[in-house]
């Protein structure tokens, strides 16, 4: 089962979630998932559909958002948005999180939502260390 990492009262990450996760993910509370992963980055990772699948039987929106390495400026844009106009809390995972977060402070970060400082404190609340992958300027 994996764990669910709060990085503010609308976004939690995860590291890639199992089918069975999301059931509990809607017994938390969440509303939508956002799916940073791409299919086939390893052999034993569900597949996008089967997770989207899982998603609706369990009541959540399912985003599929898949990107390797660093987001561009529109991935990072779309992440952020997915959990801004989301009606409830906003689930994202990828392999370990850091993508998932990683996108949305970009995004965030772009669209003046939060100063680099807060971003950085905010993922490091949840466990990740983005002070060298946030830009100093835009």
Do not use: I
Request: glycine share 8%; aromatic share 6%.
């Amino acid at each position: 089962m994996s764990e669910f990492h709060r990085v503010t009262e609308r976004l939690s990450v995860s590291p890639q979630l199992q089918p069975g996760d999301l059931a509990r993910a809607a017994s938390e509370g969440f509303v939508r998932v956002v799916c940073n992963r791409p299919d086939s980055e390893s052999p034993d990772q569900p597949s996008g559909a089967a997770m989207k699948a899982a998603a609706q039987a369990a009541g959540l929106e399912f985003v599929d958002l898949p990107f390797a390495g660093m987001p561009s400026a529109e991935t990072a844009d779309a992440v952020f948005a997915a959990v801004a106009t989301s009606p409830g809390p906003v689930l994202a995972y990828c392999r370990s999180g850091t993508r998932s977060v990683t996108a949305w402070a970009l995004g965030s970060l772009r669209a003046g939502d939060h100063d680099r400082e807060s971003l950085v404190a905010l993922a490091a609340g949840a466990g990740y260390d983005l002070s060298s992958v946030l830009p100093r300027t835009l």
